[in-house]
């Protein structure tokens, strides 16, 4: 569905030059749900932007629906959903009038965009607001608008640029909901940006990291966190002899770090079996007598991935 090869786009501002994507290589095949993954200004807005004909490449080339961006941006458009940061059209519009305007922009007959504004409205809850004003609705309403207005082309292709910034928790799982919902019902393949870690976690298929401009990363969720993570293990122990409690753990764990808790001590390791290792690693001090007062596993998550790949926290970053 996507074939994008050496996609760079530089800008130049004033005397100052901006790399924001340089040389990426990415394929999406068709039904994949794809997210991109990366701190502000990493360059997900510009790829996207690039992939979806608004914004012309620097170098490279890329297809989409077998079509050039460069060269056939009109063909591209006709088979793409886009969703960008914050949309959402004319605010004093009737939220109706702004589904059937866009019917009109794709050229669609008065009775295809009336039935498609309906069928659209009812599947993202919203029925009753076909008379409200888009400025009237509130964050989640807005942005299940954005979806259904990127929806009325019914596009193989759906891109959504950031699509649950700023929502609150419960909207966002509910907008998600409704995503791969639309997903299934249209058997849509779905891009889109994000720099919420539990959402890439969660949601996405797979996950392309990309960090200043470059793709660093880029499989499914579970399988980043393998290669580029490991779960921890923490337990409280009743001795504070370090030797002991070294000699005493698993050849298999990583380095223990031992710190004082109490009058024992607090010990991490590492491991790739994930919480199954903690029984293991509890008999094992038992076994040398040592006994555990409490014990926790930890799983890697995305952002563990994003610091041991880049010695940088995404979490810090997007909250910045
Ligand atoms: N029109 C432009 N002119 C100059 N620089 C730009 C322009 N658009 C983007 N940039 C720069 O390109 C870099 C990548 O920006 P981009 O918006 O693609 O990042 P992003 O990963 O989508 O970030 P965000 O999550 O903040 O949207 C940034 O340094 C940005 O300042």
Redo the contacts with the bound molecule.
Sequence with gaps: MIRARGLTKT?S?RKET?E??KGIDVDVAEGELVAFL??????????LRMLTSLLEPTAGEATVAGYDVVAHPAQVRARLGFIG?GNGGGFSYKVVDELHNQGRFYGLAPEVYKERAADLMAALELGGLEKRSVQSLSGGQRRRLDVALGLMNHPPLLFLD?PTTGLDPHSRANLWGHITAMRERYGMTVVL?T?YLDEADSMAERVVV?DH?EIIADAAPGVLKRRHADDSLTLVVATDDGAAVRAALPDDLGDAELTAHGTGLQVRVRTAQGAEELPVVIEALRVAGITTTSASARQASLDDVFLNLTGRSLREEAAA
């Design positions: 800008f501002r901006v924001a994507v990366g701190p502000n200004g990493a360059g997900k807005s510009t790829t940061q950031e940006t720099h990309i401009g």
